[in-house]
């Protein structure tokens, strides 16, 4: 006898989580799950707050919230620090968002679409499945902060109670401590809300409020600093020109039509002309069908989306990474599942999906192992032998590049302290060699503490040869050492 519907559909189901986390499984080993110095802060982070010293933001930044360190503290608390640790709340608060994106979807799609916009977020698209594997600090719980919002925002069109209403607020204030990305997301939703329950604006003063408690560090932070968080717009052209690099490369990035880092397109430019005609034909026709529906709701969150977004300075800085649409993941799952109104439907989405995926994932893995100049420069998983050699000589503080110093303090669990220098002034007294402070420290107390210690200084291969500094350090008769890609110069006894 065939398998009933229903167990083909919870084969579907766990043949795409399966699938899901063996993309995290294949990312954590490859390349692409290299640890650096960016995921290695939040790490830090997470380890001083274990200790009580919180900090708002990320670590020298104005912006990018400290939730996800914090989140993260009870699991150093019970499994000890480690990369892997470290990486197990970015990739919950995906799964908990694919949870969510679910609820969303059967509200406004249809129970098998919902089923199917879940599991899209869980394997697809490919770029925010990098950026949250690795722990980068904040993008995790922006895809969650997304999909509540979302679904609360339907519940208000449902019942707009007061508790909904505040709840809303409180959603949004954290969201917003966590990354201004949100605003985009946000400002169409709770106009869309409005416009379909004008009934809720009674309670309005509820969501001001919990928004205020929820964003609450990053108003005292503000207050304190001068209001630093504050990004500066973007003018006129900037915005055009925002607007321009929206549609092309980066929105075709995020969808894995074109390959992050390298722009390479995932078909001939015939077919992908083709399928970008197919895919705006497809939505003009299903945002007018649904205008009067929830499903409405994410069409004009779709349609507002790049209009705001490109207000930011910002969001045209990188042109290779389309790292400021990761927020918009949800949305574009929950677009592309509202196809999937029947099983074979559904299947077919998720394995198109699937499929773009993996042949993205790869590409952006062989672009990284290529032999070939990259930014940031590549540095290897182990620091094992680096942190060997630096034992033995006796070098427990030490000057670094930015992607070597924060990856030691924390492989090290801060028994080497290591901070980083843009190496333009320095001083000699008594044949110690000390950087100046740099105008940007991402943790002042390391620059100070490694500046007052016996110091030795770690560079990546060829750089020694071209920094100006190794002049003085070789004049003052620093040992060199060789290790891997690395060159110590320690001072001698």
Request: glycine fraction near 6%; aromatic fraction near 12%.
């Amino acid at each position: 006898m065939l398998p009933s519907l229903s167990r083909l559909r919870w084969v579907g189901v766990g043949a795409a989580v399966a699938a899901g986390i063996a993309f995290r499984v294949w990312i954590y080993r490859s390349a692409l799950g290299a640890p650096d110095s960016d995921e290695a802060i939040v790490g830090l982070m997470a380890r001083h707050a274990l200790h009580g010293h919180f900090t708002v933001f990320f670590w020298g930044q104005p912006y990018g919230g400290s939730q996800e360190a914090l989140l993260t503290v009870p699991v150093f608390a019970v499994f000890g620090t480690s990369l892997l640790a470290l990486r197990i709340v970015p990739i919950l608060l995906t799964a908990l968002a694919a949870v969510v994106v679910w609820r969303v979807g059967r509200r406004s799609f249809g129970e098998l679409p919902g089923a199917v916009a879940g599991l899209l977020v869980w394997l697809w698209p490919p770029y925010p499945i990098v950026h949250t594997t690795p722990a980068f600090g904040f993008y995790g719980a922006t895809l969650l902060y997304c999909a509540l919002l979302l679904l609360l925002a339907l519940r208000i069109v449902e019942e707009p109670s007061l508790l909904r209403v505040a709840l809303f607020g409180l959603v949004f204030g954290l969201a917003f401590w966590e990354s201004a990305q949100i605003i985009p997301i946000a400002a169409p939703i709770i106009a869309w809300t409005l416009w379909r329950r004008p009934r809720a604006l009674r309670h309005v003063w509820a969501a001001l409020v919990a928004a205020a408690i929820g964003a609450l560090p990053w108003l005292v932070w503000n207050i304190e600093n001068d209001w630093r968080s504050v990004l500066a717009r973007a003018s006129l052209s900037a915005y055009f020109h925002g607007l321009r690099l929206f549609a092309s490369p980066l929105l075709p990035m995020l969808l894995g039509l074109r390959t992050p880092l390298t722009g390479e397109a995932l078909l001939p430019k015939v077919l992908t002309l083709a399928v970008y005609a197919i895919l705006l034909a497809a939505f003009a026709w299903c945002a007018v069908r649904a205008r009067r529906s929830n499903a409405g709701l994410i069409f004009v969150v779709a349609l507002a989306f790049p209009l705001l977004w490109a207000i930011s300075h910002r969001v045209a800085i990188l042109t290779s990474h389309p790292i400021y649409l990761i927020v918009l993941a949800p949305v574009v799952a929950l677009l592309l599942a509202s196809v999937a109104t029947s099983d074979w439907r559904a299947a077919a989405v998720l394995v198109a999906a699937a499929a773009v995926s993996a042949v993205t994932l790869q590409r952006m893995d062989s672009w990284l192992t290529a032999d070939r100049p990259h930014w940031p420069p590549p540095t290897p998983r182990d620091f094992s032998p680096l942190v060997a050699s630096l034992d033995e000589l006796h070098v427990d503080r030490v000057y670094a590049d930015y992607w070597i110093a924060y990856r030691l303090d924390f492989a090290t669990n801060e028994r080497i302290v290591a901070t980083y220098d843009d190496w333009l002034h320095w001083s000699t007294h008594d044949g110690k060699v000390t950087p100046d402070p740099p105008l940007a420290v991402r943790w002042p107390p390391y620059q100070r503490e490694v500046a007052a210690a016996r110091h030795g200084f770690v560079f990546l291969r060829p750089e020694p040869y071209s920094n100006p500094i190794v002049t003085a350090l070789r004049r003052e008769r620093y040992a060199i050492r060789t290790v891997g890609p690395f060159v110590i110069y320690a001072p001698r006894h």
